[in-house]
């Protein structure tokens, strides 16, 4: 049968992905907006020192680097996560289109934004075969923008809306659609991987060994690309294709069907490239400094209590249980394996496995989860009507969680933090510094973190910039700190420089710092001042 | 079989009751209605925070351009004696949601995203924020594994971990008003000063972690900390 496009339908889901996409960028514009006279605002939509290195590794890539390295250090080059390494092709994307790297970020948040939304409406649809468009419609509105239950409370003086949840429960809009571009593809991926385990389950019967391979083989890369930068999402659909593969050749093995052979030979061929793979991140991330890390996480485990996290989960959950009965009365290849990717998501989340892992449970909640529930709860109503009435109605339930959201990023001090604007001055002394041929690193001081963001502008490493980054982070600020504040002799001064291939120190005017200690040392050589900045060069004798 | 195909997806085309191209410029008109409301609001949003300039740590400035790039930020200048008597009050859960207090509406406390001890503090003294900190979670073994469950003898040993001090000065046992106890607490430093006070709250049901309150206020603000001490609080 000759598929044909219905156009119409395409343009309409084509709007809302759009649009979708601009909300998950419309809090930076309003950032923008509100950039202050003489200030250049660094788009901050995100955990702001995680948003700098992301935006670093895009200008390592644009600078021509395959490899990423460390510039927010002087002696450990090679501190790094695994996942970093593809913001450097981001930024090779981006230098294609003669972006800057700020742009590229945001562009890229936006297109993955856009991609993701599009690719939820597809699997709505398969979700949904026997649906007209308008359920498919409203499962996907629900899946969007479906947030908690809440609660409104009248403090000392005024009213407040709280909502229900905890920490990365993903249950309001922003925590699906995140401004960091490797969240987004990660469920980018997820879905990519259930389309073709859906299709490959479904097909089963007819494929080729050829083909079998293939799709082992494509499965398996995506996940190995998965496991780099989103182990949790990795794992997940690992044992999902574990569980439904098995769970289907049993069955087909009981009916005598020979499509067994091609469901083993195609999660044979995930697992035996994956599984290695798995183990050899495992132990890479236990000997390097993201261990730091996985200790820290392996302590920070949610247990919400079984009603909190029925209010977290929000209405569409409620919904979704008067849906289910439909739901399963035709149970299709993907239907099962959203469902599997529920059980298993949320039977990882609340066990130990998570601690045990090294990692928060709260990485094994997927926001995929509401597309199985907006499915559900839209799959309850025959007539269009009821859907839509229905639909509307939890919508309206759902907008004052998700103005709240909104404002709540806003008001986010992590993210409208105190280097979101910086004086003109200081961006154009930072590029200043790009311009100098000389090579060597340069000496920020330890406050404000103006360490993380001086890479972005020049090719330098810095000596100190944030904890994750900057090994030793603790002493390096005190000594950082008494370089400035000209407590160090001469002699103690020139061999603290020289060691650290600092060439260059540079001082702002929002660091709380004076300059004049700068200026008794002899052997530093003012090249460059505006009223934000000054910058000095280290004396070659 | 194909022409089949066509008139169920022509029949299905219908299920929202409209014609054939309305709903594709039904949603382009929404898409122009979307792109002008952010339109909006980006223009909105820049003539309402026309004039201000933020500097870091929330330090607010007037707008007049610095001369001398040597001068120092300004750290805001709080009227003490009005935030003391002021009844109004703003709530403060610190970053990681271990403790809240209330502080007067005009201060603005600040925070270290991703600081393990989940400190905040004012900008209320020459020394840097980063170094004087108000409220942070200390964890008992970090120092001495050993104190661990022994948080009075922790609180009288505290001085042996920073070399700038030699002893404890005054110590007695402390509750504030939301009923948090522990210690209040001074110490000795190599120079024979005395510290500034510091509290020391037991958290229960954790033996490993300490709530520290160190009073960072110049005297002229000590009402303004009294206020905030007696309404900290640590959340389950």
């Known amino acids: 049968m000759k598929k044909i496009i219905n156009w119409n339908r395409f343009i309409v889901i084509l709007v809302i992905a759009i649009i979708v996409a601009g909300i998950s960028i419309l809090h930076v514009i309003v950032g923008y907006a509100k950039t202050p006279g003489g200030m250049v605002y660094l788009w901050t939509g995100h955990y702001y020192l995680d948003y700098f290195e992301y935006v670093q590794a895009i200008v390592q890539g644009m600078r021509g680097k395959w490899l990423w390295e460390n510039y927010f250090a002087t002696d450990d080059p090679t501190r790094s996560f695994l996942g970093i390494w593809q913001y450097l092709l981001l930024g090779k994307i981006g230098k294609i289109f003669h972006l800057d790297p700020i742009s590229t970020y945001w562009l890229e948040v936006f297109l993955f934004s856009f991609i993701f939304a599009i690719l939820i409406f597809q699997i709505i649809k398969k979700l949904m075969p026997d649906s007209l468009f308008v359920h498919k419609l409203c499962a996907f509105f629900l899946s969007l923008f479906a947030a908690p239950f809440y609660q409104i409370v009248k403090d000392s003086t005024q009213w407040k809306l709280i909502s229900y949840g905890f920490w990365n429960d993903r249950n309001i809009f922003w925590e699906r659609f995140e401004s960091i571009p490797y969240h987004t593809i990660s469920h980018i991926l997820s879905l990519l991987v259930i389309l073709l385990l859906a299709d490959s389950l479904e097909k089963a019967h007819r494929l080729t060994s050829r083909s079998v391979l293939f799709r082992g083989l494509l499965g398996g890369f995506i996940l190995i690309y998965l496991l780099l930068f989103s182990p949790s999402s990795a794992l997940l659909l690992i044992l999902t294709i574990f569980l439904v593969t098995f769970v289907y050749s049993v069955w087909s093995l009981k009916q005598k069907q020979k499509k067994y052979q091609n469901l083993i030979l195609f999660a044979g061929i995930i697992f035996v490239l994956v599984i290695p793979v798995g183990i050899l991140i495992r132990n890479h991330l236990n000997s390097t400094a993201s261990r730091l890390v996985l200790e820290f996480e392996s302590g920070w485990q949610e247990r919400p209590g079984f009603r909190l996290m029925i209010l977290t989960l929000g209405p569409v959950l409620i919904a979704s249980f008067f849906g289910i009965s439909n739901f399963l009365m035709r149970m299709t290849a993907i239907r099962f394996i959203f469902l599997s990717l529920l059980t298993i998501s949320y039977g990882i989340f609340f066990s130990p496995v998570a601690s045990y892992l090294g990692t928060t449970n709260t990485r094994f909640l997927t926001p995929l989860s509401y597309i199985l529930f907006s499915t559900m709860a839209v799959l309850r109503f025959k007539s269009a009507r009821s859907a839509i009435v229905v639909t509307f109605i939890l919508l309206l339930f759902f907008l004052p969680a998700n103005i709240e959201g909104f404002r709540s990023i806003l008001n986010d001090r992590n993210i409208s933090s105190p280097i979101s604007y910086l004086p003109k001055g200081i961006i154009e002394g930072f590029r200043y510094l790009d311009k100098i041929s000389e090579k060597g690193n340069a000496l920020t001081t330890p406050s404000q973190f103006l360490g993380s963001v001086l890479p972005i502008y020049t090719d330098r490493h810095v000596y100190v910039a944030r904890h994750n980054t900057t090994p030793n982070y603790i002493e390096k600020n005190i000594r950082a700190s008494n370089f400035y504040l000209g407590t160090m002799t001469k002699g103690e001064a020139l061999e603290f420089l020289s060691k650290n291939n600092l060439k260059f120190v540079v001082l702002t005017s929002i660091e709380g710092y004076e300059v004049k200690p700068l200026y008794l040392y002899s052997f530093l050589k003012e090249i460059y001042k505006n009223k934000d900045i000054v910058i000095f060069e280290v004396k070659k004798s | ?236």
Not at chain 2, 15 to 34: E, M, P, Q, R, Y
Not at chain 2, 112 to 126: E, I, K, R
Request: aromatic share 12%; net charge negative.
């Open chain 2, 1 to 236: 079989m194909e022409k089949k195909a066509e008139d169920a997806q022509a029949s299905q085309q219908d299920d929202l009751g409209l014609g054939k191209n309305t709903l594709a410029i039904l949603s382009v008109g929404i898409l122009v209605v979307f792109l002008l409301i952010v339109a909006g609001i980006y223009f909105w949003v820049s003539k309402k925070s026309k004039g201000e300039v933020v500097f870091p740590a929330g330090v607010n400035y007037t707008g007049q351009e610095t001369q001398n790039p040597t001068q120092s930020p300004q750290r805001p200048q709080y009227d003490y004696a009005a935030l003391a008597a002021t009844t109004d009050s703003i709530p403060f859960t610190s970053p990681k949601g271990q403790y809240t207090f209330a502080y007067p509406p005009g201060m603005i406390p600040l925070i270290f995203p991703g600081d393990p001890n989940d400190s905040v503090t004012f900008d209320v003294s020459d020394v840097p924020a980063q170094f004087n900190l108000m409220v942070l979670v200390e964890s008992i073994s970090n120092y001495d594994p050993k104190l661990r469950g022994r948080q009075e003898q922790f609180v009288r040993n505290y001085w042996q971990f920073f070399p700038g001090l030699k002893g404890v000065n005054t110590i007695e046992t402390s509750e504030n008003e939301k009923g948090l106890t522990g210690w209040k607490v001074s110490y000795i430093t190599k120079g024979d000063t005395v510290t500034s006070v510091n509290y020391f709250f037991t958290i229960p049901g954790d033996s490993d972690k300490i709530l520290h309150v160190n009073n960072i206020f110049p005297s002229e603000g000590e009402g303004v900390f009294a206020k905030i001490l007696g309404s900290l609080e640590y959340k389950k």
